[in-house]
């Protein structure tokens, strides 16, 4: 037999890495409660074109596609929305409005492999489906900052921008909706030069070029400041200007509900997936160069899958980059205290009398772990040590003749004769 490993950039998740996925899981789950986001499960696989839409060419070439059995074009979810949007199309399409939707689980991309970049990826979901005002711009960014918080990071910081200053210059100058997205997508790469050569023979005018230029350097903290440069250069573009107004209020309201978080506004940002047309922004912490989430407005994407007009505004967090995080911030899980037990019979025959005791303390929410390698007692007693457990049930003979069991406080190393019935009691005080 060959030696069977995980596929490049896939992982087993273990021991302290799984549990703190699993705190961060918790975590977001708490905040889709707390913003009143109804949890939803979606297929990992959906059709090819569906998820290819309008994911953008980055997102696009990077798929895990196949065809199955019945010769469709199919392929793994890189991302959620595409999946809630055909929702809203089709099966919701009547429901009343706003939609609040959450989904946590994988996604699929060959990316290559390195520090906080996986080929299956772990995300939690928000999508706020029907508000076009910026109050709805504003919740997306404070429920980031919430679970960014509640994950217990102290340094996090967003970028931030707004695809409508750039779409909106653009389509004064009649360039394409296609040759737009590509322009984006080489923005968001950060190839500003092949950006401005595209935009320059789409047949956009000099004075155009200039402007993105120097939208392309105008970034900063001060948000008034930042906002009053884009509006100033973008002025001739009416459009733009309303895009850069939308940004000034959805991040005022941010600051007006007391939700402090450093922020970079940058006109020249823009993301990799097509379908954003608003406000658009991403997590950063500092010592890791990749995001820990992004998201923004996408008013046009419902519509793409046949549903009626419907305003949008959602955000992807990456639990992976958020778990990495936390380890270099050296974040204290804030764990409940449970007390764990292992039962252990000293002999075969009161191997029933274990599992009823064990049984008795989870029907009183006690985790129990019974023996089951048949064990001596000091190996069984070693094993339950290392794997932390608070207690030792001991169950002998003699003390079960009279009702009883020993119960051995592991950390403590003192035992007692202990009734039956007062086990319970003695293990949660
Ligand atoms: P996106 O939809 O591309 O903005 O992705 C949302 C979030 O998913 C990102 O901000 C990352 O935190 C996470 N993410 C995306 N791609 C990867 C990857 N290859 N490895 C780990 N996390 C990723």
Same mark, same amino acid.
């Given at each position: ?9 896939? %992982? ?7 549990? @703190? @996925? ?41 798929? /895990? ?6 010769? $469709? ?6 991302? /959620?929305t *595409?999946?809630? *949007? ?11 409005? +706003? ?16 520090? !906080? ?14 508000? =076009?005002?910026?109050?709805?711009d504003?919740?997306i960014i ?18 931030i921008g707004h695809v409508g ?11 394409? &909706? ?5 322009? @984006? ?19 956009? =005018?000099? %004075?155009?070029? #200039? ?8 970034? !900063? ?29 959805t991040?005022?309201?941010? =600051? ?11 006109? !020249?940002f823009a993301r990799?997936l097509?379908y954003y047309t608003g406000m658009i922004f991403e997590?950063?912490? +500092? ?7 992004g998201g923004g407005r996408y008013d ?10 419907? +305003?949008a505004v959602g955000v992807a ?5 958020? *778990? ?24 075969? &025959? ?11 303390? $989870? ?13 001596? @007692? ?46 319970? #009691?003695?293990?949660?005080?």
């Open positions: 037999m060959p030696e069977f490993k995980t596929l490049r950039g896939m %992982r087993d998740i273990l021991h302290e890495d799984a549990k @703190m @996925m699993i705190y961060i899981e918790d975590q977001a789950r708490k905040i889709a409660r707390l913003y009143g986001y109804e949890e939803i499960i979606t297929p990992v696989v959906e059709s090819y074109e569906l998820l290819a839409a309008k994911a953008g060419d980055e997102v696009r070439s990077r798929m /895990f596609i196949f065809k199955d059995l019945g010769e $469709r074009d199919v392929a793994l979810r890189p991302e /959620f *595409a999946s809630i *949007a055909r929702l809203v199309a089709t099966t919701m399409r009547n429901d009343p409005k +706003p939609f609040r939707l959450f989904c946590i689980g994988t996604v699929y991309r060959y990316d290559e492999p390195q520090r !906080g970049r996986y080929r299956e990826i772990w995300q939690s979901n928000y999508e706020l489906i029907g508000p =076009s005002g910026p109050e709805a504003a919740e404070m429920l980031t900052e919430g679970l960014m918080r509640k994950a217990g990071l102290k340094r996090f910081g967003l970028k200053v750039l779409r909106g210059i653009l389509s004064q100058e009649r360039v394409g &909706e296609r040759e737009q997205s590509a322009i @984006m997508q080489l923005m968001d790469k950060k190839e500003y030069d092949n950006a401005l050569k595209l935009v320059e023979s789409a047949g956009a =005018s000099n %004075r155009c070029l #200039d402007i993105l230029r120097q939208l392309v350097e105008c970034r !900063g903290t001060d948000v008034k400041d930042v906002v009053n440069r884009i509006e100033e250069i973008v002025k001739t573009y009416e459009k733009s200007v309303i895009a850069a107004e939308n940004l000034r209020e991040l005022k309201l941010v =600051s007006e509900s007391g939700c402090k978080i450093s922020m970079t506004i940058d006109a !020249g990799g097509e997590v950063y912490v +500092p010592g890791i160069d990749v995001a820990l989430g046009n994407l419902v519509e793409v899958f046949g549903g009626e007009a419907t +305003p967090h990456g639990i992976d980059r958020i *778990a990495l995080a936390m380890k270099t911030q050296k974040t204290v899980l804030r764990t409940e205290n449970e007390k764990t037990v292992v039962v252990v019979p000293i002999k075969e &025959e009161l191997r029933a009398e274990a599992l009823k005791i064990s049984r008795m303390l $989870r029907d009183a929410d006690v985790p129990v772990e019974v023996e089951v390698m048949g064990r001596r @007692m000091a190996k069984a007693l070693e094993d339950a040590d290392r794997r932390k457990a608070n207690y030792a049930i001991i169950i002998g003979e003699r003390e079960l003749s009279e009702g009883a069991v020993v119960v051995r406080d592991l950390a403590k190393r003192q035992q007692s004769t202990v009734k039956v019935e007062r086990i319970i #009691d003695l293990v949660k005080s």
